[in-house]
């Protein structure tokens, strides 16, 4: 059984910094895309970052371009950097999977596999 946990959620000033992490367990296969998904009370939840397995298909919302950085070891880590956070970063972020290999950013609907969420906190 896969599953995925996140860290590094915490509560932190205007223009500060923080770096999630996702560590991946039982997963077998040598290919996946992983992504940093967002979710805003009331809104729908939204990718702001995918990476493919070999570092490829990177992928930023045009919200978070410039500001945050995904990275990823292996096919059982990846890693958020988030620099410049801005109020309107303040949301639960969800780690989550997409198995299989793949030549393009794969929908919200491929992404099977999702952590609990972390919750960050930006204040003005």
């Keep these: ?24 367990s039982g997963y077998t296969g040598s290919h996946n895309y992983m992504g940093w998904f967002r979710q805003i009370p009331g809104k729908e939840r939204v990718m702001v ?9 990177t992928y930023y919302a045009d919200s978070v371009k410039g500001r945050f950085t995904i990275s990823r070891d292996n096919t ?5 950097q988030m620099n410049d956070l801005k109020a309107e970063d303040t949301s639960v972020y969800y780690c989550a999977l997409a198995s299989g290999r793949w030549t393009f950013i794969p929908h919200q609907a491929e992404f099977k596999y999702w952590g609990q969420g972390t919750q960050v906190t930006i204040s003005s």
């Design 76 to 80: 059982q880590k990846v890693a958020l």
């Design 49 to 57: 970052a995918g990476i493919y397995t070999a570092c490829l298909l």
């Design 1 to 24: 059984q896969v599953h995925l946990v996140e860290s590094g959620g915490d509560s932190v000033q205007s223009g500060g910094s923080l770096r999630l992490s996702c560590t991946v």
